[in-house]
């Protein structure tokens, strides 16, 4: 079975960047398999962020990341990563990386879409 583990987070200053890893532990044929990241602030529902396909060959961004925001992936590592710039107070938050359900189309990232989900790495961006 799929594991997805993700590393990186951690606290950092307004303006300053962060890459995420998310890692396929086990298991599954990882370059079939696109990839998205999520945020999860207390009280709130775990939000799509960004989705990056099987072959890196389509990506999406919500509004409030693009520009700020990238992923890539390294298929022959079995590793995903999101590197996260200029970064606000309102990015703080635990973020997970999550596995495309078999079938689907993820590019939305709509949460219910995806499975395997990675136990999450909190980032906080201080005032």
């Known amino acids: 079975q799929l594991q997805l583990v993700e590393s990186g987070g951690g606290l950092v200053q307004p303006g300053e960047s962060l890459t995420l890893s998310c890692t396929a532990a086990s298991g599954f044929t990882f370059d079939r398999i696109a990839i998205g990241w999520f945020r999860q602030v207390p009280g709130k529902e775990r939000g799509g962020v960004s989705f990056?396909?099987?072959?890196?060959?389509?990506?999406n961004h919500a509004d409030s990341v693009k520009g700020r925001f990238t992923t890539a992936r390294d298929n022959a590592k079995k590793v995903a990563y999101w590197t996260m710039s200029s970064l606000k107070p309102d990015d703080s938050g635990v973020y997970y990386c999550a596995a495309c359900r078999y079938g689907m189309s993820c590019y939305s990232i709509r949460p219910s879409k995806y499975g395997h989900w990675g136990q999450g790495t909190q980032v906080t961006v201080p005032p």
């Open positions: 990056i396909s099987s072959q890196s060959n389509d990506k």
